[in-house]
């Protein structure tokens, strides 16, 4: 049911745990299931320097969150912004039809610690003016 990448990703997952002091976090619940997913990044010279996630899900949710940090370690933050859940699940060569929800939350949890970082800079920006 599950393709090798997919099942590599969930027993041996990348990236796993928290950054206490991260630049962004990010948090999502999936709304199908409740499992929640939490994204954190490192982020310097506008490229994310390190990224780790936490999740209370699935184990398709486990291994599209170790596939999603691990492309978007090293890539600015704007092409991070592009990877899409699709881009993930054929990443790990396509997830079951009825776990196509599960790839969802990784993607939109790497998004939105992506805005909450650049929401702190620009509080930053406004503090400094
Ligand atoms: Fe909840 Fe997969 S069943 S994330």
């Given at each position: ?107 939109d949890a790497l998004h939105a610690a992506i805005q909450d970082y650049l929401k702190k800079q ?8």
């Amino acid at each position: 049911m599950y393709s090798d990448k997919v099942m590599e990703n969930f027993k041996n997952p990348k990236n796993t745990g928290e950054i206490p002091d991260a630049d962004g976090v990010g948090t999502v619940g999936n709304p199908v299931c409740g499992d929640m997913m939490t994204i954190f990044i490192k982020v310097k010279d506008n490229r994310i320097e390190d990224i780790k996630f936490k999740t209370f899900g699935c184990g398709a949710a486990i291994a599209t969150s170790s596939m999603t940090t691990q492309m978007a370690k090293g890539k600015t933050l704007e092409e991070a912004l592009k990877i899409s859940r699709k881009d993930v699940a054929s990443e790990l060569n396509g997830l079951p039809p009825v776990k196509m929800h599960c790839s969802n939350l990784a993607a939109d949890a790497l998004h939105a610690a992506i805005q909450d970082y650049l929401k702190k800079q620009q509080t930053k920006n406004e503090v400094k003016k």
